[in-house]
């Protein structure tokens, strides 16, 4: 069996619009970018992509509800009797000068905002209280931040005194055309094989609204390309990779396996 593995050194991007541009631009200017979107449409795979073309180092952090600032910023370890400092992702990426990408930031605990905006300015600064150290980040230092705009409730809204203190880009799932051509350069599954299963992804999106939470994600037809591609028939492959992982509910699963069934 051959396994398809991402190329890890220059990840493959097909772009939507003007967002690489958008990010060289906010890049150049010393401007932190604010990317929004669902779930599962690239925004991740378009920060390392960006990563690797202008070859910086690269720090990510999956955000969740117990991460605090010192988890970016650093702490004291005790080890072998002795206490010694240790970097976390933010503060190693201001200080190589290279990229940290903090996706779902809203679910980040609220302390976090005080490394954050000074960081998000014109100071580019990250004060460490624990060691008294006052960090310049370089020129080549970029904060990128995401969040998916359909997770947000009152209390997780993301404040306006934190959103503009950033260029904005607004991810959405790709147009027909180009979600074919990241199935084929993700599985090198077949054309046909790419159409139909984007063509399912239209309907079950019309769908959202009424009966689903979360959309169907570009991710979850990579899933079900290479279920498909290793010989899996394709009702069945659809069923596991992407309907049963958007609803729990029985009557849906079988409302969405009648747009599966009409398309295989
Ligand atoms: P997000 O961060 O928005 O949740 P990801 O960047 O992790 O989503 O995308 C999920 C998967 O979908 C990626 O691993 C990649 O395989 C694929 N993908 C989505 N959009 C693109 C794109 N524009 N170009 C290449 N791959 C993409």
Redo the contacts with the bound molecule.
Sequence with gaps: MKLET?NLDN??????GNEVDVFEQAWKNRLPLLIK??????????VAHMAARLGLPLYTVACHDDLTAADLVGRHLIGDGKTVWCDGPLTRSVREGGICYL?EVVEARKDTTVVLHPLADDRRILPIDRTGELLQAPPSFMLVV?YNPGYQNLLKGMKPSTRQRFVSLR?DF?APA?EEA?LI??TACAPDLARRLVGIAGALRALKDRDLEEAA???LL?YAALLIKEGMDPVAACRSAIVESLTDDVETVEALMEVVAATF
């Design positions: 991402p990840p493959f991007y097909q772009p939507a979107g669902p779930t599962g449409c690239g925004k991740t795979r378009f996706d995401s991810f790709p180009q990241i350069g993700e994600s570009t991710r990579i």
